[in-house]
């Protein structure tokens, strides 16, 4: 036997909710209680979100919210969090990543409206869990600028990071974005996640040459999550490296400061540096 959900009774406030970003069985529990609940919803797109609505129950009414909606419906919105529970969508997943919901967030806060979030899918975070490339430390960058000059120039202020790189983009620029990560990144392990949780769902791993040489003529359909691993380690200094750069500090500076400033430079353990250092004193 099962029960109609009991409705949720909201507090007033601004309520974060994500929602599917293809298939609506991830749905989450509490995501479609405050769908069902709340005194209003402010979606990205009211058509999208009313097929969302009719799959679980919800019958609440809604308005369109953008960032670019002008201040005066943001402030229509505001005035109704104070006695009323306001949701906000997007079309799908987080709102806020790469979608409306800053400029409502930063206001109803600054306003000290209460600021409630429902999490649940992300296209970011559910592909880094399909690209096999480390986790521990990463950067979502949003979609790469289209205009080739302003593209490279995001991809090198990226270049140096030692993190894993996360970009969203369409089936098609995908070959021209990769292309040009990897003309600023170098041949780094990388992967495409495309239609996550939707029937063509697919995730094809290899180096960025590898994947702009596989996309350049052939451009997917559907959406896509780009995953690059960080930079390979920069490899030791050679011992002639080495010589050299301590042999310019010792004649300019103390021992101590050549060894420091030449293990910083070159990114080598100062206790191999000094010692070094000890023998090419030793011999001069
Ligand atoms: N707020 C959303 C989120 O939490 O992921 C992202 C919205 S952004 C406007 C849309 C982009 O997200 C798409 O162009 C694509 O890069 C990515 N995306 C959304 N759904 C996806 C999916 N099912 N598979 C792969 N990428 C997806």
Redesign the pocket.
């Given at each position: 036997m099962s029960m109609a959900p009991l409705p949720l009774d909201l507090e007033p406030g601004l309520y974060i909710v994500?929602t599917p970003?293809?298939n609506l069985g991830d749905i989450t529990l509490r995501a479609a209680d405050v769908l069902r609940a709340a005194g209003l919803i402010a979606a990205e797109d009211t058509r999208v979100t009313a097929k969302l609505l009719a799959r679980i129950g919800s019958d609440r009414p809604m308005v369109p919210y953008h960032d670019h909606s002008d201040s005066r419906a943001r402030a229509r919105l505001l005035e109704r969090m104070r006695n009323d529970s306001v949701a906000l969508v997007?079309d799908?997943?987080?709102?806020l990543?790469?979608?409306p919901g800053f400029k409502l967030v930063r206001e109803a806060r600054a306003q000290h409206i209460p600021v409630t979030t429902i999490p649940g899918?992300?296209?970011?975070i559910a592909?880094l869990t399909l690209a096999a490339l480390p986790t521990d430390r990463f950067l979502f960058a949003g979609f790469v600028p289209a205009k080739a000059k302003a593209a490279a120039d995001t991809i090198a202020e990226l270049a140096g990071l030692d993190a894993t790189l996360v970009f969203?983009?369409?089936g098609s620029r995908l070959g021209r974005t990769l292309a040009a990560l990897k003309a600023g990144l170098g041949d780094r392990p990388a992967a495409v996640?495309?239609?996550?949780?939707?029937a063509f769902e697919e995730t094809v791993t290899g180096t960025l040459g590898d994947l702009a040489a596989r996309y350049a003529d052939a451009p997917p359909k559907?959406?896509?999550?780009i995953v690059v691993g960080p930079p390979e380690p920069a490899a030791p200094a050679d011992a002639e490296t080495l010589d050299a750069a301590l042999a310019a500090a010792m004649d300019a500076q103390p021992l101590k400061t050549a060894v420091a400033e030449v293990s910083a430079a070159l990114g080598l353990p100062r206790k191999q540096v000094y010692a070094r250092a000890l023998e090419l004193r030793g011999a001069q």
């Open positions: 994500a970003i293809g997007s799908a997943g987080t709102p990543i790469s979608d899918p992300c296209a970011a592909a969203y983009e369409s996640a495309r239609e996550i949780t939707k559907g959406e896509i999550v």
